[in-house]
């Protein structure tokens, strides 16, 4: 198991990652090793497993505030890892996935995963992916300490920001926490369309249009869980949530 990164002084590095807890779960010794260099460098602590079950284990044991995840392990996949952790405690999860198959996206979704990559991939991307992954827990702790008062009811669609619920039908539909915030931005200016770009950067910090694939994945999922009907596509530009006629 990988060590702590430490400064030739041997204290913690004092970077803007510090004491964050990033577990890294891949098979792969080679892509392993990047991903930890990187992260440490960037002042992370990491912790790293090979397999599934050393993945959950690890992950209860060490309490990560991170996991990136890659889908094939052995043992058993990422995905009954991302089902087994979310379970025992929310935490957000960056899915690695050696296919560029949607569907694999789409079910890495579906089970709690936060974002997703396909190999290859820039270590520079990953790192910028895993500080926004962050910094929206931070965001969402802080509208919890000082939630927004009231529900959005958008015909039979109700999102009560307070507790970070979205209920259709007054059912209750269980998001991600990155599901609900892509359905904020979308709500926060009904109808409205929202590019790729726009969204990208309101909801994932990321300004780099390469990852407009993992908008049209997240819209997806999103409308699978409260109705594909809600949410429009304006093809080659964006999208906007359909509210009901006056």
Not at 180 to 185: N, P, Q, S
Request: glycine share 6%; aromatic share 4%; with cysteine.
């Amino acid at each position: 198991m990988e060590q702590t990164h430490t400064s030739h002084n041997g204290s913690a590095t004092a970077t803007p990652g510090a004491q964050r807890r990033v577990l890294v779960v891949e098979d792969d010794a080679t892509i392993v090793d990047a991903i930890a260099t990187r992260l440490r460098a960037e002042g992370f602590l990491v912790q790293t497993a090979g397999d599934g079950p050393a993945a959950v284990d690890t992950a209860e044991a060490w309490q990560p505030d991170l996991l990136i995840l890659d889908i094939m392990l052995p043992g058993f996949d990422g995905l009954e890892v991302c089902r087994r952790v979310q379970a025992a405690r929310p935490v957000p999860v960056l899915m690695l996935t050696a296919r560029d198959d949607e569907t694999d996206m789409l079910v890495g979704l579906g089970v709690g995963a936060d974002d997703y990559m396909t190999k290859p991939f820039s270590m520079r991307e990953l790192a910028a992916r895993v500080h926004v992954l962050l910094r929206r827990v931070e965001r969402a702790a802080l509208a919890a300490a000082t939630p927004r008062s009231g529900i959005l009811r958008l015909g039979e669609l109700e999102i009560d920001h307070a507790q970070r619920r979205v209920r259709v039908r007054s059912e209750d539909v269980h998001l991600t926490p990155t599901e609900f915030d892509l359905l904020v931005c979308l709500a926060n200016t009904p109808r409205a369309v929202l590019s790729r770009e726009q969204l990208l950067a309101e909801v994932w910090d990321w300004a780099d249009a390469s990852g407009t694939r993992t908008v049209d994945s997240h819209i997806k999922a999103l409308r699978r869980k409260i109705g594909a009907e809600r949410i429009r596509t304006v093809h080659g530009v964006g999208y906007a949530l359909e509210t009901p006629t006056p």
